[in-house]
Nanobody, 121 residues
Framework: QVQLVEPGGGLVQVGGSLRLSCTAS????????PGWCRQAPGKEREAVSC????????YYADSVKGRFTLSRGNAKNTVALQMNSLKPEDTAVYYC??????????????WGQGTQVTVSS
């Protein structure tokens, strides 16, 4: 069973910073790629950032480029999302994601429980 643990989140003022972390044993395996998505009230879940399965390149949504940074921890089973220059539109529930690949194809997704990020103006 794949479990993702994601402490962090909270309330921050506009322009502030937060750091989210996510720990999952599967992140050390080649068949899983980590990432973060978010869902704001009344909106669909959207991808924020992820690490490419085959190339290890970090991808970002246009809305967060230059402000968010996704990185792996030294132990490889943890990923962190550093969020700077936060805006009210970043307010959402953030979900850690582990995408499972088989033979190069995305087979399934696993999700953390979600953590609330609120940016106040």
């Amino acid at each position: 069973q794949v479990q993702l643990v994601e402490p962090g989140g909270g309330l921050v003022q506009v322009g502030g910073s937060l750091r989210l972390s996510c720990t999952a044993s599967v992140f050390t395996a080649d068949d899983y790629a980590p990432g973060w998505c978010r869902q704001a009230p009344g909106k669909e879940r959207e991808a924020v950032s992820c690490i490419g399965h085959m190339d290890d390149i970090v991808y970002y949504a246009d809305s967060v480029k230059g402000r968010f940074t996704l990185s792996r921890g030294n132990a490889k089973n943890t990923v962190a999302l550093q969020m700077n220059s936060l805006k009210p539109e970043d307010t959402a529930v953030y979900y850690c994601n582990a995408a499972a690949f088989r033979y190069g194809l995305r087979e399934s997704d696993y999700w953390g429980q979600g953590t609330q990020v609120t940016v106040s103006s």
